[in-house]
């Protein structure tokens, strides 16, 4: 009976994991290298994907090259369209300022006899002023054009506003006039 006491110690001793008695005790694992070159020779599909993928991409970058380059031939003409009709359109601008301005002078004389000379003095001043406006228009390029607008709207915004405003009434006037025709 005394055998009966010593249970408790077996299961003491299995819940313990044990360390091997030497480093070299563990099984070493098997060199990979002859499984892959074994590999290697067994799956030349592998080998074809690789030369596809590589065709694949080199292809891919010879048409985004293509691509790209048709990208900016296409931005370049929409730019030179682009200021071939802005360039028309300061030339056709030009042409209905100075016209505004032979109106403004050739109404001047009617403006004297109605309103007395003194108004026919502004007219003919607005006239000139036109008239000079339309030369300006008439022999810068669009680039300066564009910078002077920047620097004046900068100046002095209110009087950019009230300037277009009377822009578009003036225009809005003149095609209503036009189209009546």
């Known amino acids: 009976m005394a055998k009966a006491a010593t249970p408790a110690t077996p299961a003491a001793k299995k819940a313990t994991p044990r360390a091997p008695a030497k480093a070299g005790a563990t099984k070493k694992a098997p060199a990979r290298k002859p499984a892959a070159a074994k590999a290697a020779k067994e799956h030349p599909i592998r080998d074809q994907l690789a030369a596809t993928r590589d065709t694949i991409k080199s292809e891919a970058s010879k048409k985004a090259s293509s691509l790209k380059g048709d990208a900016t031939n296409f931005a370049n003409q929409a730019s030179a369209k682009a200021r071939e009709a802005a360039t028309r359109g300061k030339d056709k601008a030009a042409e209905a300022v100075s016209s505004l301005a032979k109106m403004l002078e050739d109404s001047a004389g009617t403006v004297d006899d109605k309103f007395g000379k003194q108004y026919g ?9 036109v008239a000079g406006l339309a030369s300006t228009l008439d022999q810068k390029d669009l680039d300066e054009l564009a910078g002077a607008t920047r620097d004046f709207v900068k100046k002095s915004p209110a009087v950019a506003v009230g300037a277009a405003a009377v822009i578009g009434f003036v225009l809005a006037r003149m095609l209503k006039g036009g189209s009546n025709d």
């Open 121 to 129: 003095d502004y007219a003919r001043s607005a006239a000139s002023t």
